[in-house]
């Protein structure tokens, strides 16, 4: 997106071919995310997209990108100029936010790209990426690094058994564990 588009408010034409193809995703699974589903959905002919996106599988790519670009953002934000570094604590805390209190669209959009991920391998890489430049900046935090990439990693599994589905929580659970880990991360220095 131009600073033009942003300061006058505008989406860029490929930012909302990929609210388009999430929504699709979101709500009806990634079978159903096609080039003409997503050029119907965001109002643009077929060769409109295909300037973007040559194939699903590029714009299906793409999806996983900006998701992967948004969890770095929420877990190691960019500090602004002239501001300090993100301490890994306050990393944790949004963590924290994120898995017990992810909005259903967005839930159903993680599940379904999890998914998709694990039926193409070839898309795993920025997930990848994702965990190993999270897990190393965590283990670089000091003399308690050990407990922040334990209570990190309590809170990715919390959410990929939930978004796997493998395991789902009671709400009498998801409290104990939402304290206990709360907790934990408010005893950080």
Avoid at 2 to 16: C, F, H, I, L
Avoid at 51 to 61: E, M
Avoid at 92 to 110: G, I, Y
């Amino acid at each position: 997106m131009t600073e033009t588009e942003k300061k006058a408010g505008r989406v860029s034409s490929r930012d909302r071919l990929l609210d388009a193809a999430a929504d699709i995703v979101s709500k009806q699974g990634v079978q159903q995310l096609t080039i003409e589903a997503v050029a119907q959905a965001a109002s643009v002919t077929k060769a409109g997209l295909i300037y973007h996106f040559k194939t699903r599988d590029d714009l299906l790519a793409a999806l996983v990108d900006r998701m992967i670009g948004e969890l770095d953002m929420l877990v190691r934000p960019s500090p602004g100029p002239g501001a300090a570094d993100v301490a890994p604590k306050d990393a944790l805390v949004e963590l924290e936010r994120e898995t017990f209190e992810m909005p259903e669209d967005r839930r159903r959009l993680m599940t379904n790209l999890l998914s998709a991920v694990l039926a193409n391998p070839h898309l795993a890489a920025p997930a990848q990426g994702l965990y190993a430049r999270t897990y190393d900046w965590l283990a670089t935090s000091g003399a308690e690094s050990g407990q922040v990439m334990i209570l990190a990693l309590a809170l990715d599994a919390i959410a990929l058994l939930e978004l796997l589905n493998l395991h789902r929580f009671t709400p009498q659970q998801r409290d104990a564990l939402r304290a206990a880990i709360g907790s934990a991360i408010g005893a950080l220095r």
